[in-house]
T-cell receptor, first 118, second 113 residues
Framework: GAVVSQHPSRVICKSGTSVKIECRSLDFQATTMFWYRQFPKQSLMLMATSNEGSKATYEQGVEKDKFLINHASLTLSTLTVTSAHPEDSSFYIC??????????????FGSGTRLTVV | GENVEQHPSTLSVQEGDSAVIKCTYS??????FPWYKQELGKRPQLIID?????GEKKDQRIAVTLNKTAKHFSLHITETQPEDSAVYFCAATAENTGNQFYFGTGTSLTVIP
């Protein structure tokens, strides 16, 4: 089935630095990638939707200059948390929509990234 | 757009009892409703799904029911086991449109041995 590889799985960074999270689709072309943020035992909060080759669409309240999303190819999307602060500490997870596949096979999650900003 | 609500937010049951989680949706165009189980720090895993042309679906101890008229669907877990403890999410989408999945707020299920 469709697999999305997400790296890193865990990252600790200092306040003020930037962190890049990568999601790669391994055996399919991910024309659309969704980026979520999740707090412990809470739901997935959609941050932005990226389509290959175009600018990401951000959800209300998400700072696009802080959470930079790049989807330059059909197999790679990146989320860069710029000038990270402790309140950015969270679990970030991507998911990809597999074009043309039935929904049950067409929505696959990355393994998530636990970001801790100290 | 679609709005999915999920209840309860937390649920504790004794091992062997049943657990029921309920979701409602607002967009009548939604026709695909998956349920995900997420263990701490891991990716959500699809456990069961239902389409709008079906009222009920069962897979061993897990079942999902859908009431299209009332726009609500429920997850039923019978004979719960400690390994069922996790966060469960419902979702809704209009299949084949390429739309995002709209997730419920999640239910943290604890099965007490």
């Amino acid at each position: 089935g469709a697999v999305v590889s997400q790296h890193p799985s865990r990252v600790i960074c200092k306040s003020g630095t930037s962190v890049k999270i990568e999601c790669r689709s391994l055996d399919f072309q991910a024309t659309t990638m969704f980026w979520y943020r999740q707090f412990p035992k809470q739901s997935l909060m959609l941050m932005a939707t990226s389509n290959e080759g175009s600018k990401a669409t951000y959800e209300q309240g998400v700072e696009k200059d802080k959470f930079l999303i790049n989807h330059a190819s059909l197999t790679l999307s990146t989320l860069t948390v710029t000038s990270a602060h402790p309140e950015d500490s969270s679990f970030y997870i991507c998911s990809a929509r597999v074009q043309g596949a039935p929904a049950r096979y067409g929505y696959t999650f990355g393994s998530g990234t636990r970001l801790t900003v100290v | 757009g679609e709005n999915v609500e999920q209840h309860p937010s937390t649920l504790s049951v004794q091992e062997g009892d049943s657990a029921v989680i309920k979701c409602t949706y607002s967009d009548s165009a939604s026709n695909y409703f998956p349920w995900y189980k997420q263990e701490l720090g891991k990716r959500p895993q699809l456990i069961i799904d239902i389409r709008s042309n079906v009222g009920e679906k069962k897979d061993q101890r897990i079942a999902v029911t859908l009431n299209k008229t009332a726009k609500h669907f429920s997850l039923h877990i019978t004979e719960t086991q400690p390994e069922d403890s996790a966060v469960y999410f419902c979702a809704a989408t209009a299949e084949n449109t390429g739309n995002q999945f709209y997730f419920g707020t999640g239910t943290s299920l604890t099965v007490i041995p």
